[in-house]
């Protein structure tokens, strides 16, 4: 099993940036990728960024230039940085890790506000 633990949500005025954190334990398999998401009211979940074990990269067109994603794999943490931040990136954002196999194992989420 895996443990998935985030941090970092907050409020911030548009066009701030604000970075999260999300930290995982438990049994972490060479090759788990991990990665974002995020989900507002009434909407569905969607994909914000990836990263594999090796560094590769994932944004979505429409998450490209303003989302940062990295990983250190001996902390096993993967952060997020969001620049240029919008009212409608207002969500709950959700840290996952993905075996090679599919599984997926996800955080409890950490909200983020975007307001004046």
């Known amino acids: 099993q895996v443990q998935l633990v985030e941090s970092g949500g907050g409020l911030v005025q548009p066009g701030g940036s604000l970075g999260l954190s999300c930290v995982a334990s438990g049994a972490i398999f060479n090759g788990d990728a991990m990665g974002w998401y995020r989900q507002a009211p009434g909407k569905e979940r969607e994909l914000v960024a990836t990263i594999s074990s090796g560094g590769s990269t994932h944004y979505p067109d429409s998450m490209k230039g303003r989302f940062t994603i990295s990983r250190d794999n001996a902390k096993n943490t993967v952060d997020l940085q969001m620049n240029s931040l919008k009212f409608e990136d207002t969500a709950v954002y959700y840290c996952?890790?993905?075996?090679?196999?599919?599984?997926?194992?996800w955080g409890q989420g950490t909200q983020v506000t975007v307001s004046a």
């Open positions: 996952y890790l993905r075996r090679t196999w599919g599984s997926t194992f």
